[in-house]
């Protein structure tokens, strides 16, 4: 099947370095201390942080950290077919680890010793970088929350079809069988926290791709960073003084 | 889930009994109202309902399937519910689980009639394309995004704006196909199928809390009931089902009472939820 | 927007609320400055001066950099970052609200809206009777008729020591908060000031704004003096029953809040809400200031959560702010 078309054009229009429409916006869920809503075109997940707060399990405490937990869930509807599973699948299971490692790292955890954050995720819809779009609604949350962190996380994923590179692949072309390389990076400080790939992918390949992942993120820490600000702005100027 | 000083549980019942609740309300008033449709593109129909704090989803999904053997001409609906961990943290896991269900169970009792399918709320004979053979398969699933009591009015709420903003695509029938044969199919992608959503009932919660009882109770307020009925009624008044919850034990009478003044507050809550669900479905056309 | 539920407003109601907004941000002083940073932006300093790094910043390779979104404030050498969302940040001397989660040996464990519940140890407590004195292991026992778990208490912190924030009571201003209820909002919200307890006279009710984000509002308590408490209680016995409130409540029964100050106590409750959804100021001139313009509006308390109030209550706060900054 041809992903992109010999105008070098995708299948949703898109150029192979474009990225799909990104949309955030802060403050989704009033109970909770940070959450925020984070959408990549037609995929959109919502992210709510609790904490930090009293370890609920006591034997969980640690007396130099906080405790970082994170659950990752996908509502019946998410995806294009109804699909019904129950929770903790083995699937939801490796993306909280995935997240969670990918904020833990991030978290200054050594200011609030004896604490626990819970980063709940739910997909309300998928279609490709779910990952991606997880982490990033979860840099948000946390930042929302003002827990201190060493730097945002994005994320952003990219891949590899009918010899072209592409940028944040969406559900047809995730599922196309081709190269699918998710990488999060901490923007400030320029490092690679996370980075996932299925399949397999010439070496010097895989430098653009990746080169390309990168790009996506910065871009998705540039839009992230103005949201933040924004919201900051805004929250100092109505308190007024 | 949610724990009161005797000092505040004192408060609030003594608010429920002078009729002027910790938010001001009167014991049959509403927190306001929002809804808002379309809310999951990938769905045949969705909405987003919130009252007060409490928000939820609900999609509506519609597959092609094949009716039961008992009912060849009617369609299949099922109903689910899922609360979101990002509601509450309780939720997390299987913590969610219970009160799923109870839900779930309880809206299908109230929107989807007897087994038979008699008395549904959403027209099942409606959703057959070919008897016996073909129907439509509805899904409708919700999700508690953030609560704050009172979930089961609000999904009821929200299932019927979902049901609102969806169309089910028209299938032609390719004429000729012997009975035995599978037919031809054709799902049309442009003509879609408005559902008749008049009859769809609205949920209301009376919840009793001392000797009275309130509708639209908040987390706090639920904290405090001794049992709670959920009826839900349509359009003509009539009641579409019953469920009670909670362990007190009520006297038949007040029951009766309760659903008359449900019966008289599920006009005022039908004809708001309807101009909501127009205004929503208006802006949803303009953007 | 956050807190605010655009899809339940009308046309007219965005454009007013957007004006006030608007008008707010031209009237802040600090937002158009670049003083609002986000995580990892790097702060300007002169590096020349020696600095000294505070809260909510962080040193990446010599530059200064800040962990948290909010606003840098400068002190002197000191630079530090001010977050505005978070959870509650204590510091010595704040009257803070909280609800008591576990009664354990000498000492009650209770949730203040920090990362951590904080400590309420028996000695630092006055005890109901008012006498100074060692406390025994039968006070001990008896910890439950003072507070329970689920209790609302409020309190004063005391500091850190080894094992978590203190708190302490050692006045009769302090202590359990009942009849009323308790309202949580973002502890950025409420400014430190040298009065948290008011009592509304006017209205017959208590607004206690703890610096944690949980406001209480209830019926006016009469501060007992701690010398006549003494001469009182001297004669009666010091064991409380544990069981006092079940038997009370049988009689409360007659006694709710009576309407007239229930109905002040929900609209203060109400105003306190609409505040909270907006992200002003919590204040006692404030949230007077909204009881009289719902009384005056002639609004029902209920009507005071709904959208047209909070674009009011936004159109208003704006003039009020113009007003202020004028006389200045």
Same mark, same amino acid.
């Given at each position: ?106 978290? #200054? ?14 997909? /309300? ?16 949350? #946390? ?17 590899? #079809? ?26 400030? #400080? ?21 080169? /390309? ?29 | ?53 409490? =928000? ?9 399937? @094949? ?11 099922? %109903?689910?519910? =899922? ?39 959403? =027209? ?8 016996? @053979? %073909? ?32 169309? %089910? ?61 959920? %009826? ?51 802006? =949803?056309?303009?953007? | ?35 609002? !940073? ?14 000294? +790094? ?15 979104? *909010? ?5 002197? +050498?000191?630079?530090?970052? &001010? *977050? ?21 040996? +000498? ?23 008012? !006498?100074? &004195? ?9 910890? &439950? ?86 001469? !009182? ?20 029964? +007659? ?55 909070? !674009? ?13 900054? &004028?006389?200045?």
């Amino acid at each position: 099947m041809e992903y992109v078309s010999p105008e070098g054009l995708r299948l949703d229009g898109r150029r192979p370095m474009e990225m799909r429409q990104i949309r955030a916006e802060i403050g989704a869920v009033s109970k909770a201390d940070g959450s925020a809503v984070f959408e990549m075109g037609n995929t959109k997940v919502i992210a709510a942080v609790y904490g930090p707060r009293q370890v609920q399990n006591k034997s969980q405490q640690m007396n130099d950290q906080a405790l970082v937990r994170c659950e990752y869930s996908m509502a019946n509807f998410s995806t294009g077919d109804r699909m019904r599973k129950p929770k903790g699948d083995r699937r939801s299971t490796e993306i909280s680890l995935v997240i969670r490692q990918t904020m833990e790292a991030c978290i #200054l955890t050594h200011l609030m010793p004896h604490s626990q954050i819970d980063i709940f995720v739910q997909v /309300l819809q998928a279609d490709g970088g779910t990952r991606s779009a997880c982490i990033n609604a979860a840099t948000l949350a #946390l930042a929302d929350a003002g827990i201190p962190m060493r730097d945002l996380v994005t994320s952003c994923s990219a891949g590899y #079809l009918n010899s072209t590179p592409l940028l944040d692949l969406n559900y047809v072309e995730d599922s196309a069988g081709g190269a699918d390389v998710t990488l999060g990076i901490l923007p400030k #400080l320029d490092k690679v926290t996370l980075l996932q790939m299925d399949s397999k992918l010439p070496i010097d390949i895989l430098e653009n791709v990746m080169q /390309l992942a990168i790009e996506g993120c910065k871009a998705v820490a540039n839009y992230i960073r103005e949201i933040l600000l924004e919201n900051t702005k805004q929250l100092e100027y109505r308190r007024g003084v | 889930m949610v724990g009161l000083s005797l000092g505040e549980q004192h408060f609030i019942q003594g608010g429920i009994a002078q009729d002027l609740r910790c938010d001001g309300r009167k014991r049959l008033a509403y927190r306001p109202i929002s809804v808002e449709t379309g809310v999951i593109p990938q769905a045949n129909g969705s909405a987003r309902v919130r009252m007060g704090a409490t =928000d939820v989803i609900a999609s509506v999904k519609a597959e092609l399937g @094949k009716p039961s053997l008992l009912q060849p001409n009617k369609g299949k609906v099922s %109903i689910y519910i =899922d609360c979101s961990s990002t509601a509450e943290p309780a939720f997390e896991g299987r913590g969610g689980d219970e009160l799923s269900a109870e839900l779930s169970t309880a809206l299908q009792r109230c929107l989807l009639g007897g087994k038979s399918g008699a008395g549904a709320g959403i =027209d099942l004979s409606s959703l057959v394309v070919i008897d016996g @053979k %073909i129907c439509w398969d509805l899904y409708i699933d919700g999700l508690v995004v953030s609560s704050d009591g009172n979930l089961l009015d609000a999904l009821g709420a929200a299932i019927k704006a979902a049901l609102s903003n969806t169309g %089910i695509p028209r299938v032609h029938v390719a004429a000729g196909a012997s009975s035995d044969e599978k037919p031809e199919l054709d799902v049309s992608d442009e003509e879609f199928l408005q559902f008749d959503t008049s009859s769809v009932p609205v949920i209301i919660t009376l919840t009793k809390v001392g000797k009275h009882y309130i509708v639209d109770a908040t987390s706090e307020e639920e904290s405090q009931m001794s049992s709670a009925v959920s %009826i839900s009624v349509n359009r003509q008044r009539s009641i579409c089902g019953i469920t009670k919850r909670g362990g007190a034990g009520l006297d038949p009478s007040i029951i009766l009472d309760m659903i008359s003044v449900a019966q008289h507050v599920s006009e005022q809550l039908i004809n708001k939820l309807d101009s909501e669900i127009a205004s929503a479905e208006a802006g =949803d056309d303009e953007s | 927007m956050r807190g605010i539920d655009l899809a339940a407003l009308s046309k007219t109601q965005k454009l007013r609320l957007e004006k006030a907004l608007e008008e707010l941000e031209s009237l802040s002083s600090k937002v158009n400055s670049d003083a609002s !940073v986000t995580i990892a932006d790097s702060i300007a300093v002169n590096h020349e001066d020696a600095i000294l +790094k505070g809260h909510g910043t962080a040193d990446l390779n010599g530059e200064v950099v800040a962990t948290l979104c *909010g606003i840098v404030e400068r002190v002197n +050498k000191l630079i530090y970052v &001010r *977050g505005l969302r978070s959870r509650y940040k204590p510091e010595v001397g704040d009257i803070v609200i909280g609800r008591v989660v576990e009664v354990v040996q +000498k000492r009650w464990k209770v949730e203040i809206n920090y990362s951590q519940d904080a400590i309420l140890m028996l000695s630092s407590m006055n005890m109901p009777d008012g !006498v100074q &004195r060692r406390r025994t292991a039968m006070d001990e026992l008896n910890m &439950r008729s003072i507070f329970e778990e689920k209790d609302v208490v409020c309190a004063e912190v005391r500091g850190f020591q080894h094992d978590g924030l203190h708190l302490q009571a050692r006045s009769q201003k302090y202590g359990k908060l009942k009849g009323g209820q308790l309202l949580t909002v973002p502890p950025y919200l409420v400014k430190r000031q040298k009065q948290h307890f008011h009592h509304l006279e006017e209205y017959g009710f208590d607004l206690i704004l703890g610096c944690n984000g949980f406001i209480w509002v209830g019926e006016h308590i009469e501060a007992k003096d701690d010398m006549v408490e003494d001469q !009182v209680n001297q004669s009666e016995p010091q064991v409380l029953l544990p069981n006092k409130n079940a038997t009370n409540l049988e009689e409360q029964e +007659k006694n709710y809040t009576e309407l007239e100050t229930r109905k002040y106590i929900c609209r203060a409750a109400n105003a306190v809400r609409v505040l909270s959804t907006l992200g002003f100021n919590i204040t006692l001139e404030i949230i007077k200031g909204i009881i009289e313009l719902s009384l005056s509006l002639n609004l029902d308390i209920h009507e005071m959560l709904s959208s047209e109030f909070c !674009v009011v209550v936004a159109e208003k706060e704006a003039e009020r702010r113009k007003s202020n900054k &004028r006389r200045r």
